[in-house]
C-alpha cells in the first residue's frame, strides 16, 4: 500500500456518509467530549460531519432520548450501548471515602435522579483536591467515582452538570465474557483510529486502563487473535508499521473541505497525523500565547484527503485560515465557502 491510497482509507472510512445521529453514534461507537467551546464543544464538531443537519448542542440535548452513555473509554466521552456494555463491570477507582460513600449511596436510595448540588446541600460541602489541581466537593468526587464504577449513569446534563441516575443492570443479553469484552472494546478503537501506526495502537490500548482496566490482558490476547485469524493485518508504508483490518475498501477522494476538530478520529493520533500528511500539528488551547503557533483551538483543514493547513474560528463563525500549502484554484476557494456556511449553520444565530 502506498501513502495516497493509506490517507484515503483513513480519511473515507472515517467520514462516512451523515447519518442519523444514533446510527452516527453507533458507527463511531465512541465520540470524544471536551468542554471547550471554541467554536463547539469538540463532540459536537465530531457529529457534525457524520450525523446529518446536525447542529452544536444537539447531543447534550437530545441525550435523554438517544441510546447512548456517557462513559470512559481511552479518553471521556459518549459511547454505544455496545461498547458500554463490554466496559462493564469496571472495578471502582480508589477506595477512600467510604464512609461519606455509603453516606451518598444511602442519600441515593429511592431517587429517579440526583444532581450534585442536591446531594452536597444534604451531606455538607467539604472540597477535596481533584484530578485537575483544583478543587470539587467531596461528594460530588463519589458521584464520579459510582458512575465510573457503573453505579450511576448520566440522566442528562443541566447547564453542563451530570445529573446522575442509577444504572439499571442489563437485562436483554447475555453476559459477555471477558475475551468477547475485549474483543468489542478492540473493533471500536480500530473502526475509529485504523489504519494506525502499531506504535500508537500500543498507546492507545495503553490508554484504555481508563476505560477498562479490567481487560489489559483479555485486551492483547483479542488482538493476537485477531491477527492469528487475518482479521487485522500489519503492514510497512515509508517505513512505518501499520495496523489494519485485512483488505480496507477503496474510496475516491471527495471535493469537500472540512474543519475538523482537535479530538477527531482523523486528527486525534498525531503520529499517524503527521505521517499521512506531512506536518506536526499541535493543540494548544493550553500553551501560553506568547508560544502558540497554531492558535488557541486550531482546527485542521481537510481537503480532499489532504490536511493542507487550519483554522481557528470565533463563536459568531468568523473564519481564520493558515496554511502549509494554500491551494489556488477556484473549486477549493469555493468549497472553503460552503463549509464556512455550513459551519455558521452549525452554530446557529
Do not use: C
Not at 493547513?309 to 465557502?337: C, H, I, L, S
Amino acid at each position: 500500500m502506498k501513502l495516497a491510497d493509506l490517507r484515503r482509507a483513513a480519511t473515507s472510512r472515517s467520514l462516512f456518509a451523515p447519518t442519523s445521529l444514533a446510527e452516527a453514534i453507533e458507527r463511531l461507537g465512541y465520540v470524544q467530549a471536551d468542554p471547550i467551546r471554541a467554536p463547539a464543544r469538540a463532540q459536537d464538531l465530531i457529529l457534525r460531519h457524520r450525523a446529518a443537519d446536525y447542529r452544536a448542542g444537539d447531543l447534550e440535548r437530545l441525550y435523554p432520548t438517544l441510546p447512548v452513555e456517557e462513559d470512559y473509554l481511552h479518553n471521556y466521552g459518549f459511547v454505544s450501548p455496545a461498547l458500554h456494555a463490554a466496559l462493564h463491570p469496571r472495578p471502582p477507582r480508589k477506595k477512600n471515602a467510604k464512609a461519606l460513600e455509603a453516606k451518598v449511596r444511602a442519600f441515593l436510595q429511592g431517587r429517579s435522579t440526583v444532581h450534585p448540588r442536591e446531594v452536597e446541600a444534604a451531606l455538607g460541602k467539604k472540597s477535596v483536591g481533584n484530578y485537575w489541581g483544583g478543587t470539587s466537593a467531596a461528594t460530588t468526587q463519589v458521584l464520579d467515582r459510582l458512575h465510573y464504577a457503573g453505579v450511576l449513569r448520566v440522566h442528562q446534563r443541566v447547564q453542563g452538570t451530570r445529573v446522575y441516575a442509577p444504572r439499571p443492570e442489563p437485562t436483554d443479553a447475555p453476559a459477555l465474557d471477558a475475551g468477547a469484552r475485549a474483543h468489542r472494546i478492540l473493533d471500536v478503537v480500530l473502526g475509529l483510529h485504523a489504519p494506525l501506526p502499531a506504535a500508537s495502537l500500543t498507546y492507545v490500548v495503553r490508554l484504555l486502563r481508563y476505560g477498562a482496566p479490567q481487560q489489559a490482558a483479555a485486551l492483547r490476547t483479542a488482538l493476537a487473535d485477531k491477527e492469528a485469524e487475518g482479521t487485522v493485518r500489519r503492514f510497512v508504508v515509508d517505513g512505518v508499521t501499520y495496523v489494519d483490518w485485512t483488505a480496507p475498501p477503496a474510496a475516491e477522494k471527495a471535493s469537500v473541505v472540512r474543519f475538523l476538530a482537535p479530538f477527531d478520529p482523523i486528527v486525534w493520533d498525531r503520529r499517524r497525523f503527521h505521517h499521512l500528511f506531512g506536518w506536526e500539528y499541535k493543540f494548544e488551547a493550553y500553551t501560553p500565547p506568547a508560544k502558540r503557533r497554531f492558535g488557541y483551538y486550531a482546527m485542521p483543514i481537510l481537503w480532499r484527503d489532504a490536511a493542507i493547513g487550519w483554522v481557528n474560528v470565533d463563536a459568531k463563525g468568523n473564519v481564520e485560515a493558515a496554511y502549509v500549502e494554500e491551494p489556488k484554484d477556484a473549486t477549493y476557494r469555493r468549497r472553503f465557502a460552503e463549509e464556512v456556511d455550513r459551519l455558521r449553520w452549525f452554530l446557529g444565530p
